[in-house]
């Protein structure tokens, strides 16, 4: 059962324009979300992070919203450039009562091309 | 800066062999995480680290056990390999007292292990 989704394999976006990755869920426990960018043969890269208690994150070109009603985060890239060409990955955490180094669940990755 | 170090990059063995991945965190990083990555599939958690004691458990298999050493560094330990543990293994960093500000857990390049 996957508990981080992500719906669309691909997106193609023009330079310039913004970039709208998507990511549901379904765990409500669930309380920070990440995206992390990867090239091929790379490590998953950080990018951004959102907290549940937050809706909207913001760092340079990156913004994440977090619908939390929906279970709906979305990671907007503006203005989307070439090197923005990765897979992108939406993760998410539970904190459990206690705290403790839990693992991330990732969703499947979008793969963003970035067309000049 | 120094960053997460995983070693081998690369790896063949044969079925019913053994293999030992080893990862070097981030100096001052005390957190250590293993994904497995298969081809075309999402990240999937394996197992952490927190303090050389075991924090957490995903989806690793019966076959594998790993560990954390003094010096933080850990070792994933496969024994049985079988042809579907062929993937890249990557491995994660953190500093407990960073999770509350930031999430982004550092992941290294991981290792790519082919069993034939």
């Known amino acids: 059962d996957q508990q981080v989704k992500q719906n669309s394999p691909s997106l193609s976006v023009q330079e310039g324009r913004i970039s709208i990755l998507n990511c549901d869920y379904t765990?409500?426990?669930?309380?920070?979300f990440l995206w992390y960018k990867k090239y091929p043969a790379e490590g998953p890269t950080f990018l951004i992070s959102i907290s549940s208690i937050k809706d909207k994150n913001e760092d340079g070109r990156f913004t994440v919203f977090l619908n939390k009603s929906a279970k709906h985060l979305s990671l907007h890239i503006v203005p989307s450039q070439p090197g923005d060409s990765a897979v992108y990955f939406c993760?998410?955490?539970?904190?459990?009562?206690?705290?403790?180094?839990?693992?991330?669940?990732f969703g499947k990755g979008t793969h963003l091309i970035i067309q000049p | 800066a120094a960053g997460v170090i995983q070693s081998p990059r690369h790896l063949i063995k044969e079925k019913r062999e053994t293999a030992t991945l080893k990862c070097y965190p981030i100096?001052?990083?005390?957190?250590v995480y293993w994904y497995q990555q298969g081809p075309g599939q999402d990240p999937q958690f394996l197992i952490s680290?927190?303090?050389?004691?075991?924090?957490d458990k995903g989806s690793i298999p019966d076959r594998f056990s790993a560990q954390q050493f003094s010096d933080y560094h850990s070792e994933l330990n496969m024994s049985s390999l079988e042809l579907g543990d062929s993937a890249l293994y990557f491995c994660?960093?953190?500093?407990?007292?960073?999770?509350?500000?930031?999430?982004?857990?550092?992941f290294g390049s991981g290792t790519r292990l082919t069993v034939v």
């Open positions: 994660a960093s953190s500093e407990q007292g960073s999770l509350i500000a930031n999430y982004g857990y550092t």
């Open positions: 100096p001052r990083h005390d957190t």
């Open positions: 765990n409500s426990m669930f309380d920070y």
């Open positions: 993760a998410a955490r539970a904190m459990y009562s206690g705290g403790g180094a839990d693992g991330l669940t």
């Open positions: 680290f927190y303090e050389k004691m075991q924090s």
